[in-house]
């Protein structure tokens, strides 16, 4: 994944609680298997309704996702994630995120910005009335500024994950990262254990 230190950008506001990972990316979505075009499905059955937000003109290249609590909540799916991003989205503001949700999102480079509860329905009112509002999220400082909504606030991200994102680091990429240790212990492997080049061949 690409490295995330600090995302500058407008706003989508969705002002809903529990959304799940089915109301996300719905489950016929799940059929595919590109890790990209997710974003055509996103929010799919909202989208239907012409005043959905992600419909309406005012908000598109919006970079961040202001939502409700428990944003990300029901099947571990990672589609979800993937939708998100492949529509343009580099972080979800909310004050409450699903455990399994926010897993997904730190190792496929999605930044969950947790929030007080204050501090999200004044991001999510002003953005509302003004789309033009600009939302800064720096990840090794761990704040969030909204300079025009009176929003200025700090958000959990522990010293590990925020180093991935700072990083880039995605699970591959941390298991490269000691690619000389693994192809020198590869390398000695007794003959009669399995390889994954002998596998490969029969």
């Known amino acids: 994944m690409e490295p995330v230190r600090q995302i500058t950008g407008t706003a ?7 959304v799940d990972t089915d109301q996300i990316i719905p489950s016929e979505w799940l059929k595919r298997v590109e890790r990209t075009g997710f974003g055509q499905g996103l929010f799919a059955e909202w989208r239907s309704d012409p005043e959905f937000v992600l419909n309406q003109p005012r908000y598109k290249g919006a970079s961040v996702l202001v939502t409700g609590p428990n ?6 799916r990672e589609h979800a994630v993937w939708a998100l991003q492949d529509y343009g989205f580099r972080a979800v503001v909310s004050p409450s995120f699903a455990d399994i949700f926010r897993t997904n999102c730190t190792k496929a480079g999605l930044l969950p910005v947790q929030v007080d509860a204050d501090a999200a329905e004044a991001l ?16 090794e400082a ?27 680091l995605d699970d591959i990429g941390l298991s490269l990262r000691n690619e000389q240790k693994i192809v020198a212990y590869e390398a000695a492997r007794p003959a009669w254990m399995p390889s994954a080049g002998r596998v490969a061949a029969t």
């Open 12 to 18: 989508v506001p969705l002002r809903r609680a529990d």
């Open 71 to 76: 944003f990300g909540t029901g099947s571990s």
């Open 124 to 139: 999510l009112a002003a953005v509302e009335t003004d789309p033009a509002v600009v939302v800064t999220i720096d990840v």
């Open 142 to 168: 761990r704040t969030l500024l909204a300079a025009a909504a009176g929003v200025s606030t700090t958000f959990p991200l522990d010293d590990f994950t925020r180093w991935r994102f700072l990083e880039g």
